[in-house]
């Protein structure tokens, strides 16, 4: 298997599926693929943020770009990464303070897979 099917593959495991779009690029351009993964693998490890943390983040900035696949990924990613009922729902208010209602709305998906 060449080295960005595995990376692609990777990424599905961790959001459900795999992005068409990222089968593009690792075609087009195995490099950019490289570097997209390595930001991945970044955001997803701790640092000077829990990794928790910059999940929560990424759910608010998809939920403001009004990405709804994305938001389910990054529900998933957060819940993966331990996010609480609790702090799912501070992440609601504030993609509603910043986005409003249809910052809300795009993540109806996103959150069925809150328990």
Do not use: W
Not at 51 to 73: D, N, Y
């Amino acid at each position: 298997m060449s080295e960005h099917k595995k990376i692609i593959e990777n990424i599905g495991k961790k959001i459900g599926f795999e992005p068409e779009v990222l089968h593009t690029i690792g075609e087009l351009d195995p490099e950019f693929l490289q570097a997209y993964h390595k930001c991945d693998k970044k955001m997803l490890t701790d640092g000077a943020l829990p990794a928790k943390m910059k999940a929560l983040m990424a759910l608010a900035v998809v939920a403001s770009q009004r990405c709804e696949a994305c938001t389910v990924s990054q529900m998933r990613n957060a819940m993966k990464q331990g996010a609480t009922k609790g702090e799912i729902m501070e992440t609601m208010e504030v993609i509603f303070l910043t986005s409003g209602a249809p910052g809300i709305a795009t993540c109806r998906d996103a959150l069925k897979l809150v328990k």
